[in-house]
């Protein structure tokens, strides 16, 4: 999409309609110079649009965090592999803090989320641990589930 937009744009600089409604608009020279980030001698627009995150920011928190949420879903997949051969209470309440966990960092890309997220979070939890110690738990809840 944004190479669209950067063409459009060196095609409105050169004085032409429409990228697709002109054929000798954008010279290959051009193009490989606009998908390689390099600055052409006729460029009259925006120029860097960066796509990787090494542009985006150099916040090592940001790293960790990216990394850290990468650990988790693998955590994830292991638990829930764990939670179908071996079905215990420890798994349980793994699960309820890794499932809390991974919701708590999806829900707060949202921005629009933030105002009770740690509320909703921490509710979650304790209905999750509530869920283990006083019914059947997460583990034996699906497994019930799949008989039906």
């Not at 790293?63 to 879903?73: C, M």
């Not at 939670?83 to 991974?102: F, G, R, V, W």
Request: aromatic content about 8%; glycine content about 8%; charged content about 10%.
């Amino acid at each position: 999409m944004a190479v669209l937009w950067r063409l459009s744009a060196l095609c409105s600089a050169q004085g032409g309609r429409a990228l697709l409604l002109q054929t000798s608009v954008v010279r290959p020279d051009q193009i490989s110079a606009l998908l390689q980030d390099q600055p052409t001698p006729e460029w009259c627009g925006v120029q860097h649009i960066h796509l990787s995150p090494s542009h985006h920011s150099g916040s090592k928190a940001a790293s960790l965090h990216w990394t850290s949420e990468r650990v988790v879903s693998v955590l994830l997949l292991g638990l829930l592999l764990a939670a179908y051969l071996n079905p215990c209470s420890e798994i349980d309440y793994s699960l309820a803090a890794t499932l809390t966990l991974y919701g708590h960092w999806g829900l707060g890309q949202v921005k629009a989320a933030n105002v009770g997220l740690l509320a909703l979070s921490a509710l979650t939890f304790a209905g999750l641990c509530y869920f283990n110690y006083h019914d059947v738990g997460i583990c034996k809840a699906v497994a019930m589930l799949w008989k039906l």
